[in-house]
């Protein structure tokens, strides 16, 4: 039972900008950082963006993170076939105790 | 730079425990706390509970607090991961992973299937 909710997929055409919203609360995404994960089928999660808006060294500068009040997104912009993945936004949260708390995941479609 | 290795695939019955491992390289072993994490076919991450590799102290999900146990052997660089009174529910893919304010990184992945 995730406290984080993200629309369960997102789509667009190469070059395009997409868009996942993650909505929390205020233990969460209100009062911590957020991470986002990108995750290919029968892989482990890789970090995409960490402390809402940062990039790990390696990350294209075509993914960004943003943070406002109890929602965070992260953008795609141009789109390319190789980001077709499976994303999920995280954060710690503080109503229950330091636990770590998942979106829903939102599947990533090139069209 | 962090790696960490998972042990590997395990079938087991209903009602059994499995108890899963995940070697840690290349940093200093208790500097970091080590997550678990889950993930069901089809389905998404689940946090399940970590411990601080320094001291043992250890967090829990309450929804595996009355059977989830994580514990770490220092000398060899190694948490595990516990989970009894396995269900058929509990089949997934099972991570450790070292995460961080800056940084995240993740184990291979062990398959547990529960089936009679």
């Known amino acids: 039972q995730s406290v984080l909710t993200q629309p369960p997929s997102a789509s667009g055409t190469p070059g395009q900008r997409v868009t996942i919203s993650c909505s929390g609360s205020s233990s969460n995404i209100g009062s911590n950082p957020v991470n986002w994960y990108q995750q290919f089928p029968g892989t482990a999660p890789k970090l995409l963006i960490y402390?809402?808006?940062q990039r790990p060294s390696g990350v294209p500068d075509r993914f960004s993170g943003s943070k406002s009040g109890t929602s965070a997104s992260l953008a795609i912009s141009g789109l390319q076939s190789e980001d077709e993945a499976d994303y999920y936004c995280?954060?710690?949260?503080?109503?229950?105790?330091?636990?770590?708390?998942f979106g829903t995941g939102t599947k990533v479609t090139v069209l | 730079q962090v790696h960490l290795v998972q042990s590997g695939a395990e079938v087991k019955k209903p009602g059994a425990s499995v108890k899963v491992s995940c070697k840690a390289s290349?940093?200093?072993?208790?500097?970091?706390?080590i997550y678990w994490v889950r993930q069901a076919p089809g389905q998404g991450l689940e946090w399940m509970g970590w411990?601080?590799?320094?001291?043992?102290?250890?967090k829990y999900s309450q929804k595996f607090q009355d059977r989830v146990t994580i514990t770490r052997d220092t000398s060899a660089s190694t948490v595990f991961m516990e989970l009894s009174s396995l269900r058929s529910e509990d089949t997934a893919v099972y991570y450790c992973?070292?995460?961080?304010?800056?940084?995240?990184?993740w184990g291979q992945g062990t398959l547990v299937t529960v089936s009679s």
């Open positions: 290349g940093y200093t072993f208790t500097n970091y706390a």
């Open positions: 995280a954060a710690w949260d503080d109503r229950l105790n330091g636990h770590y708390v």
């Open positions: 402390t809402n808006t």
């Open positions: 992973a070292s995460i961080t304010g800056t940084s995240a990184d």
């Open positions: 411990i601080n590799a320094a001291n043992g102290n250890t």
